[in-house]
Protein backbone atom coordinates (compact mmCIF):
# COMPACT_ATOMS: atom_id res chain seq x y z
CA UNK A 1 0.00 0.00 0.00
CA UNK A 2 2.71 2.45 0.72
CA UNK A 3 3.70 2.19 -2.86
CA UNK A 4 0.58 3.01 -3.83
CA UNK A 5 0.84 6.42 -1.74
CA UNK A 6 4.03 6.73 -3.24
CA UNK A 7 2.99 6.22 -7.53
CA UNK A 8 0.38 8.98 -6.32
CA UNK A 9 2.21 11.25 -5.11
CA UNK A 10 4.45 11.45 -7.67
CA UNK A 11 1.36 10.82 -10.32
CA UNK A 12 -0.09 14.59 -8.59
CA UNK A 13 3.62 15.95 -8.43
CA UNK A 14 3.47 15.73 -11.87
CA UNK A 15 0.24 17.63 -12.90
CA UNK A 16 2.30 20.43 -10.34
CA UNK A 17 5.29 20.49 -12.46
CA UNK A 18 3.47 20.50 -15.41
CA UNK A 19 1.98 23.87 -14.46
CA UNK A 20 4.95 25.63 -12.58
CA UNK A 21 5.74 28.52 -14.34
CA UNK A 22 2.83 28.41 -16.68
CA UNK A 23 -0.27 30.93 -16.90
CA UNK A 24 -2.74 29.59 -14.50
CA UNK A 25 -5.99 30.76 -12.41
CA UNK A 26 -5.75 31.89 -8.95
CA UNK A 27 -8.57 32.21 -6.78
CA UNK A 28 -9.05 33.20 -3.07
CA UNK A 29 -9.80 31.50 -0.36
CA UNK A 30 -9.84 33.76 3.37
CA UNK A 31 -7.84 36.75 2.07
CA UNK A 32 -5.64 37.50 -0.43
CA UNK A 33 -2.74 35.65 1.04
CA UNK A 34 -4.96 32.43 1.08
CA UNK A 35 -4.74 31.12 -2.79
CA UNK A 36 -5.75 27.91 -4.56
CA UNK A 37 -4.71 27.91 -8.07
CA UNK A 38 -6.40 25.35 -10.79
CA UNK A 39 -3.34 23.01 -10.13
CA UNK A 40 -4.29 22.64 -6.17
CA UNK A 41 -7.66 21.36 -7.86
CA UNK A 42 -5.72 18.98 -10.55
CA UNK A 43 -3.71 17.38 -8.28
CA UNK A 44 -6.32 16.85 -5.56
CA UNK A 45 -8.63 15.02 -8.82
CA UNK A 46 -5.66 12.91 -9.76
CA UNK A 47 -5.05 11.74 -5.87
CA UNK A 48 -8.61 10.96 -5.42
CA UNK A 49 -10.02 9.61 -8.72
CA UNK A 50 -6.90 7.07 -7.59
CA UNK A 51 -8.42 6.32 -4.17
CA UNK A 52 -11.86 6.14 -5.71
CA UNK A 53 -10.51 3.09 -7.99
CA UNK A 54 -8.06 1.46 -5.67
CA UNK A 55 -9.76 1.42 -2.91
CA UNK A 56 -12.91 2.84 -3.11
CA UNK A 57 -14.60 2.13 0.61
CA UNK A 58 -11.53 4.67 2.24
CA UNK A 59 -12.35 7.87 3.46
CA UNK A 60 -10.93 11.02 2.45
CA UNK A 61 -9.99 13.91 3.64
CA UNK A 62 -8.33 16.74 1.35
CA UNK A 63 -7.70 20.70 1.73
CA UNK A 64 -9.70 21.76 -1.16
CA UNK A 65 -13.04 19.61 -1.16
CA UNK A 66 -12.69 18.58 2.35
CA UNK A 67 -14.26 15.45 4.32
CA UNK A 68 -15.07 12.32 1.74
CA UNK A 69 -16.41 9.38 4.62
CA UNK A 70 -17.13 6.42 4.53
CA UNK A 71 -17.44 3.68 7.42
CA UNK A 72 -13.91 2.72 6.51
CA UNK A 73 -10.86 2.27 9.34
CA UNK A 74 -8.37 4.07 6.52
CA UNK A 75 -8.36 7.93 6.03
CA UNK A 76 -6.17 9.70 3.61
CA UNK A 77 -5.26 13.31 4.82
CA UNK A 78 -4.16 14.88 1.58
CA UNK A 79 -2.43 18.38 0.94
CA UNK A 80 -2.56 18.02 -2.99
CA UNK A 81 -0.18 21.41 -3.32
CA UNK A 82 1.91 22.53 0.24
CA UNK A 83 3.13 25.48 -0.71
CA UNK A 84 0.65 26.90 -3.10
CA UNK A 85 1.92 30.54 -2.86
CA UNK A 86 5.69 29.66 -3.91
CA UNK A 87 4.13 27.51 -6.84
CA UNK A 88 2.05 30.97 -7.69
CA UNK A 89 4.96 32.94 -7.67
CA UNK A 90 7.10 30.79 -9.58
CA UNK A 91 9.37 29.80 -6.24
CA UNK A 92 10.22 26.41 -6.95
CA UNK A 93 9.47 25.12 -3.18
CA UNK A 94 6.17 23.56 -2.99
CA UNK A 95 5.04 19.53 -2.21
CA UNK A 96 2.42 16.98 -2.12
CA UNK A 97 1.76 15.67 1.14
CA UNK A 98 -0.73 11.99 1.84
CA UNK A 99 -0.94 10.54 4.89
CA UNK A 100 -3.05 7.26 5.57
CA UNK A 101 -4.76 7.17 8.86
CA UNK A 102 -5.76 3.39 9.77
CA UNK A 103 -7.90 3.33 13.25
CA UNK A 104 -6.84 7.45 13.78
CA UNK A 105 -3.31 6.20 13.82
CA UNK A 106 -1.05 7.26 11.34
CA UNK A 107 0.70 4.50 9.13
CA UNK A 108 2.02 5.84 6.13
CA UNK A 109 3.38 9.14 5.40
CA UNK A 110 4.83 10.46 1.94
CA UNK A 111 6.02 13.28 0.59
CA UNK A 112 6.92 14.41 -2.46
CA UNK A 113 9.35 17.47 -3.05
CA UNK A 114 8.37 18.01 -6.48
CA UNK A 115 10.67 20.25 -7.98
CA UNK A 116 14.21 18.43 -5.91
CA UNK A 117 12.15 15.42 -7.01
CA UNK A 118 12.36 13.87 -3.48
CA UNK A 119 10.37 11.16 -2.40
CA UNK A 120 10.23 11.10 1.29
CA UNK A 121 8.16 8.40 2.74
CA UNK A 122 7.96 6.60 6.36
CA UNK A 123 6.11 3.86 7.35
CA UNK A 124 4.79 3.18 10.93
CA UNK A 125 7.40 1.13 12.99
CA UNK A 126 9.50 0.90 9.63
CA UNK A 127 11.57 3.83 9.49
CA UNK A 128 11.68 6.98 7.28
CA UNK A 129 13.34 7.20 3.61
CA UNK A 130 14.11 9.51 1.09
CA UNK A 131 14.56 7.98 -2.94
CA UNK A 132 15.31 4.98 -0.32
CA UNK A 133 18.00 6.88 1.57
CA UNK A 134 17.04 5.87 5.60
CA UNK A 135 16.75 9.03 7.62
CA UNK A 136 17.81 10.39 10.87
CA UNK A 137 17.37 13.67 13.04
CA UNK A 138 20.22 15.75 13.65
CA UNK A 139 22.33 15.14 16.63
CA UNK A 140 22.94 18.77 17.58
CA UNK A 141 21.99 19.73 21.18
CA UNK A 142 22.94 22.76 21.17
CA UNK A 143 19.41 25.26 20.66
CA UNK A 144 22.64 28.10 20.26
CA UNK A 145 23.70 25.62 17.27
CA UNK A 146 20.73 25.01 15.60
CA UNK A 147 18.90 26.12 12.15
CA UNK A 148 15.31 25.67 12.96
CA UNK A 149 12.31 26.66 10.70
CA UNK A 150 8.89 27.90 11.00
CA UNK A 151 5.89 29.64 8.94
CA UNK A 152 3.33 31.89 9.57
CA UNK A 153 -0.56 31.55 9.04
CA UNK A 154 -2.75 33.56 6.51
CA UNK A 155 -3.94 35.80 9.36
CA UNK A 156 -0.07 36.40 10.66
CA UNK A 157 -1.41 40.19 10.96
CA UNK A 158 -3.62 39.36 13.86
CA UNK A 159 -0.67 37.44 15.99
CA UNK A 160 -2.15 34.33 16.43
CA UNK A 161 -1.20 32.80 19.18
CA UNK A 162 2.12 34.94 19.77
CA UNK A 163 3.76 34.54 16.60
CA UNK A 164 5.63 37.42 16.23
CA UNK A 165 6.66 37.55 19.81
CA UNK A 166 7.97 33.80 19.93
CA UNK A 167 9.53 34.07 15.87
CA UNK A 168 11.54 37.14 17.50
CA UNK A 169 12.57 34.73 20.54
CA UNK A 170 13.90 31.70 18.45
CA UNK A 171 15.83 34.44 16.49
CA UNK A 172 17.56 35.74 19.59
CA UNK A 173 18.73 31.94 20.65
CA UNK A 174 19.22 29.94 17.63
CA UNK A 175 22.01 29.94 14.65
CA UNK A 176 19.63 31.22 12.53
CA UNK A 177 15.59 30.51 11.64
CA UNK A 178 14.79 29.74 8.00
CA UNK A 179 10.85 30.21 6.77
CA UNK A 180 10.40 28.06 2.77
CA UNK A 181 6.62 28.19 2.79
CA UNK A 182 5.82 24.09 2.94
CA UNK A 183 5.01 23.07 6.13
CA UNK A 184 5.32 19.86 4.49
CA UNK A 185 8.97 19.83 3.34
CA UNK A 186 9.89 22.03 6.67
CA UNK A 187 9.38 18.61 8.57
CA UNK A 188 11.00 16.86 5.82
CA UNK A 189 14.02 18.57 6.84
CA UNK A 190 13.60 17.85 10.31
CA UNK A 191 13.39 14.54 9.76
CA UNK A 192 16.28 14.21 7.80
CA UNK A 193 18.58 16.56 10.32
CA UNK A 194 18.78 19.30 7.94
CA UNK A 195 17.05 21.30 10.52
CA UNK A 196 17.32 20.64 14.30
CA UNK A 197 13.43 22.34 14.98
CA UNK A 198 10.14 22.98 13.79
CA UNK A 199 7.32 24.81 15.24
CA UNK A 200 4.38 26.43 14.00
CA UNK A 201 0.76 27.76 14.88
CA UNK A 202 -2.72 27.13 13.20
CA UNK A 203 -1.75 24.71 10.79
CA UNK A 204 -4.35 21.65 9.35
CA UNK A 205 -4.14 18.31 9.25
CA UNK A 206 -3.29 17.66 5.87
CA UNK A 207 -0.20 20.33 6.52
CA UNK A 208 1.29 18.08 9.16
CA UNK A 209 0.26 14.51 8.81
CA UNK A 210 3.12 12.81 6.75
CA UNK A 211 5.24 15.34 7.93
CA UNK A 212 4.64 14.17 11.84
CA UNK A 213 5.17 10.47 11.10
CA UNK A 214 8.28 11.28 8.98
CA UNK A 215 9.70 12.79 11.83
CA UNK A 216 8.77 10.47 14.45
CA UNK A 217 9.78 7.35 12.24
CA UNK A 218 13.21 9.26 11.81
CA UNK A 219 13.65 9.23 15.44
CA UNK A 220 12.45 13.09 16.47
CA UNK A 221 9.94 13.91 18.93
CA UNK A 222 6.69 16.01 17.77
CA UNK A 223 4.59 17.85 20.50
CA UNK A 224 2.53 20.69 21.28
CA UNK A 225 4.30 23.77 22.54
CA UNK A 226 4.46 22.37 26.06
CA UNK A 227 5.73 19.41 25.15
CA UNK A 228 2.48 17.01 25.95
CA UNK A 229 1.06 14.67 22.62
CA UNK A 230 -0.72 16.50 19.59
CA UNK A 231 -2.34 14.78 17.00
CA UNK A 232 -3.11 16.17 13.64
CA UNK A 233 -6.06 18.15 14.38
CA UNK A 234 -3.89 20.50 16.70
CA UNK A 235 -3.50 24.04 16.20
CA UNK A 236 0.29 23.82 18.06
CA UNK A 237 2.99 22.06 16.43
CA UNK A 238 6.57 21.62 17.87
CA UNK A 239 9.01 19.16 16.01
CA UNK A 240 12.56 18.61 17.05
CA UNK A 241 15.75 16.33 16.73
CA UNK A 242 14.74 15.26 20.37
CA UNK A 243 17.95 16.79 21.80
CA UNK A 244 17.26 21.02 21.42
CA UNK A 245 13.13 20.06 22.27
CA UNK A 246 13.00 21.33 25.94
CA UNK A 247 14.99 24.19 24.75
CA UNK A 248 12.76 25.37 22.26
CA UNK A 249 9.68 24.53 24.81
CA UNK A 250 11.46 26.96 26.92
CA UNK A 251 11.56 29.43 24.09
CA UNK A 252 7.89 29.41 23.35
CA UNK A 253 6.95 30.23 26.49
CA UNK A 254 5.37 33.76 26.26
Not at 24 to 41: C, G, R
Not at 76 to 81: E, R
Request: glycine share 8%.
Amino acid sequence: MLNKVIYIAREAGEVLSSGFGKNFSIEYKTNLANLVTEFDKKSEKTIIDFIKKEFPTHSVLAEESGRHDSTSKYLWVIDPLDGTTNFAHGLPIFSVSIGVQKNGEMIYGVVYDVMRDAMYSAEKGSGAFCNGRKLSVSSNDDLHKSVLVTGFPYNVHENPDFAFERFNAFLRVARAVRRLGSAAIDMCYVAEGVFDGFWEVSLNAWDMAAGKLLIEEAGGIVTDFQGKPMNIFDKQILASNGKVHSAMIDTLRV
